[in-house]
Each structure stands twice: as C-alpha cells, then as structure tokens.
Nanobody
C-alpha cells in the first residue's frame, strides 16, 4: 500500500557528487520523519541523515559538511545531495520514512529497496 522508491545512485569518482531521490506513493495520510541509511558490504545498516516533517536535520559525523538532506512535502519526496564523495561512501543507500495511512492509524516505518552508490576511480 505504501511504496518508497529510491533513484539517483551510480558510479562516481572520488570528489564527485550525486543526488539521491526518494519518492513515496500509495495510501499516505501523513509522513513524519524521513531518513537515509546506507549499508556497505559486510557491515550493518547505518543512519546517514534524518529530516523531520518540520525540516530539522541531523547527520552522521562521517557526512557532516558533505551531504545535505532535504524534502518536498507536497511531492512526498526526499533528497540527499552528496558532495566530495569518498570511496568509503560506497554502499547501498536506503530511504526510510515514518508514514501514517489514515487519521486513525499510527505511524509505521517503511523502507525502499535501495540504490547502489559506488565511489571509485
């Protein structure tokens, strides 16, 4: 009933930039916090950045000053602008959001399928 679809991943050289997008669709009444996670091979999934419905942002220390999270509430979309990319940023990036499907339902956490980001020369 609710779908999150990421796009914008790819191969980029160190120092380059990418912009990830996450589109929410389906039966959506309200979206609370939205987040980007990443998971590198052999490692646990980690929180990269979060943005609340009011626009308050938080970042993992490793990406502060390089990544910017934003959202468009009218379009039900979230973005991650990634600059000065490093090889250690290589991972699958996942969209995550707390979504309510009606006034009578509490928020549930939803995940996208992920998009691969590879930083390599």
């Amino acid at each position: 009933q609710v779908q999150l679809v990421e796009s914008g991943g790819g191969l980029v050289q160190p120092g380059g930039s990418l912009r990830l997008s996450c589109a929410a669709s389906g039966r959506i009444f309200s979206i609370n916090a939205m987040r980007w996670y990443h998971q590198a091979p052999g490692k646990e999934r980690e929180l990269v950045a979060q943005i609340t419905s009011g626009g308050t942002t938080t970042y993992a220390d490793a990406v502060k000053g390089r990544f910017t999270i934003s959202r468009d509430n009218d379009k039900k979309m979230m973005f991650l602008q990634m600059n000065s990319l490093k090889p250690e940023d290589t991972a699958v990036y996942y969209c995550n959001a707390d979504i309510s499907i009606s006034y009578y339902h509490s928020y549930g956490t939803h995940w996208g399928q992920g998009t691969q980001v590879t930083v390599s020369s």
